[in-house]
Nanobody, 130 residues
Framework: QVQLVESGGGSVQAGGSLRLSCAAFGYTVSTYCMAWFRQAPGKEREGVATIYTGGENTYYADSVKGRFTVSQDNAKNTLYLQMNSLEPEDTAMYYC???????????????????????WGQGTQVTVSS
């Protein structure tokens, strides 16, 4: 049974940083695609960053490119999202997602990309104040 457990969310001021973690149980993080999504109140869940083939390939939404970094630690079986230069617009619930299906991981970032994934964490709240 796959279980994903996020942590690391919190409240910060604009310009601050947070690092989110997603510990995976029953799933090996280097299997194929994993991704971070976020969802703000009243908005659709959107892809933020995705990683695959053991971390060799990463993709980012334009809104976070240059500020966020996705990575994985195979020894700890954990996915990370380092978020720097946070903006109030980054305020949302953040989720990690995983799947066994083979697909172009960058499809995670298109509208509705969240529908690809079968496994989700419970989410961790990120709040950025101005």
């Amino acid at each position: 049974q796959v279980q994903l457990v996020e942590s690391g969310g919190g409240s910060v001021q604009a310009g601050g940083s947070l690092r989110l973690s997603c510990a995976a149980f029953g799933y090996t993080v280097s299997t194929y695609c994993m991704a971070w999504f976020r969802q703000a109140p009243g908005k659709e869940r959107e892809g933020v960053a995705t990683i695959y083939t053991g971390g060799e390939n990463t993709y980012y939404a334009d809104s976070v490119k240059g500020r966020f970094t996705v990575s994985q630690d195979n020894a700890k079986n954990t996915l990370y999202l380092q978020m720097n230069s946070l903006e109030p617009e980054d305020t949302a619930m953040y989720y990690c997602a995983a799947d066994y299906k083979r697909f172009p991981c960058e499809h995670s970032l298109v509208a509705g990309g969240f529908r690809i994934y079968d496994y989700w964490g419970q989410g961790t709240q990120v709040t950025v104040s101005s």
